[in-house]
């Protein structure tokens, strides 16, 4: 397929723009901020009564995370579906618009106003399995050799020995400077970095310096995670590339299936996180959150041979549906996984779903966010869930979820059912 176009993520990104432009002077004045999708008015849960949109689908996730960071301001996320006439609709926006309602996310067809609930489904482990692994499963993984992903990636050799194709943007490590071994300490180690740097005549600041120290961190991961799987007796390819380099990305898929003849089951989890308020954030490091997710994600849905596949599972965050406070970026490309995920499962016989994870313990993104994320997470009920516990859920949701269940919820809270399913409220009145 063609690679990425400069229009990819354009209306989401020039969302942010405006938001970052314009929000001082819209929070001062109280005022009102209206992102308009059409995607069938059910937010794609239905089917669009247009192509699939990416950048459309980030923008609920980008304005329920603004509606946290921006508490005085009127937020709405309004879905519509283009097939109806401009005399039903004109009067429904405007009366949601003068309307108290703050729920963020509205949807409008002709059966009226519409809201997305999250529903209790627990599986049903009794049946037989939907999909089974095996050692002639071939597995592709991205993120694979770092955090949460490659937890399950040894379970799944654990259980059934599959040949595991693992995609990183971290270069494969080699054995690690003599000077830094064995010294866990943050601080201990950038010191060490920052002293190095300056024996080089490199440059010594804090951004420089945090980020050898981040590659440093990814690379002992990383290492220790191969080295893991290999006393697993696993088969394991590991290849370093740019997920976001649609060509690089769809050269590996191909020689994969060249090497392979087939790929079974694709967990897309590569991502990452740049905490910071829409305020004060950079383009820069919004297409750097938003891309690494969403690029991925498009070329796997142009390449991967439907007919074959078993299973593609997206990793998306709960973020994605709450929305949260310095994470736009993240829940809204998250968004787009979990609307590309209703999309794909129409179209496809493969079960195609996007799990918006809760918290784990010791690895992943709300680890890596550090106690400030986790201690938000808790005051939110969300309990962190355990690296085995975890990739349990995973195993089960892959063999006993079903089709037409495409973006599942799966978390510990402290006294509901963990796992939901997102479905469509109608509600014909605009409160």
């Known amino acids: 397929g ?244 649609a060509r690089a990305f769809e050269t590996l898929i191909a020689s994969t299936y060249e090497r392979y003849g087939r790929i079974d089951g694709v967990i897309h989890a590569a991502g990452i996180i740049k905490d910071g308020l829409v305020l004060g954030k950079s383009p820069e490091s919004f297409d750097e959150v938003f891309d690494t997710k969403v690029a991925p994600a498009l070329t796997l849905a142009r390449v991967l041979r439907p007919q074959t596949l078993r299973f593609l599972a997206f990793f998306s965050s709960v973020a994605a549906r709450t929305g949260n406070p310095g994470q736009a970026d993240y829940a809204g490309a998250n968004e787009v996984l979990n609307k590309l995920a209703w999309q794909l499962d129409r179209e496809w016989p493969a079960r195609v779903v996007s799990i918006g994870w809760g918290p784990w313990e010791e690895r992943g993104m709300a680890a890596r966010g550090g106690p400030e994320l986790r201690r938000r997470l808790r005051q939110a009920g969300l309990a962190a869930m355990s690296v085995q516990e975890g990739c349990e859920r995973f195993l089960q949701e892959i063999a006993f979820g079903r089709k037409g269940e495409a973006e599942v919820l799966i978390f510990a809270p402290h006294d509901a059912e963990d796992r939901q399913i997102l479905s469509v409220a109608g509600v014909h009145d605009v409160p």
């Open 2 to 245: 063609p690679p990425p176009t400069e229009e990819e993520g354009c209306e989401v990104k020039s969302l942010f723009l405006l938001a970052s432009t314009f929000g001082a002077d819209l929070r001062e004045a109280q005022g009102t901020c209206i992102g308009l999708t059409a995607m069938g008015g059910a937010f794609g849960l239905q089917g669009a009564s247009t192509g699939f949109r990416e950048a459309q689908a980030a923008i609920p996730g980008f304005l329920k995370s603004l509606a946290l960071e921006w508490p005085e301001v009127f937020v709405k996320s309004i879905d519509v579906d283009l097939r109806e006439s401009p005399e039903y609709l004109a009067p429904q926006l405007i009366a949601e618009v003068m309307t108290q309602d703050r729920t963020v996310e509205v949807g409008y067809t002709g059966r009226g106003r519409s809201v997305l609930v999250a529903v209790e489904s627990a599986l049903d482990l009794s049946q037989d399995p939907a999909v089974r692994l095996s050692p002639e499963s071939v597995m592709l993984v991205t993120g694979g050799g770092r955090g949460i992903t490659s937890a399950i990636c040894e379970e799944m050799v654990s259980r059934y020995d599959t040949q595991l194709i693992l995609v990183g943007r971290s270069p494969l490590p080699a054995a690690e400077d003599e000077e830094t071994v064995g010294c866990t300490a943050a601080s201990e180690l950038k010191r060490i970095i920052a002293g190095r740097r300056q024996r080089r005549g490199e440059l010594v600041t804090p951004n420089s310096v945090e980020d050898e120290y981040q590659a440093l961190v990814r690379a002992r991961e990383l290492r220790v995670n191969l080295q893991r799987l290999s006393a697993l007796g696993a088969r394991v390819e590991y290849h370093a590339l740019d997920v976001r380099d």
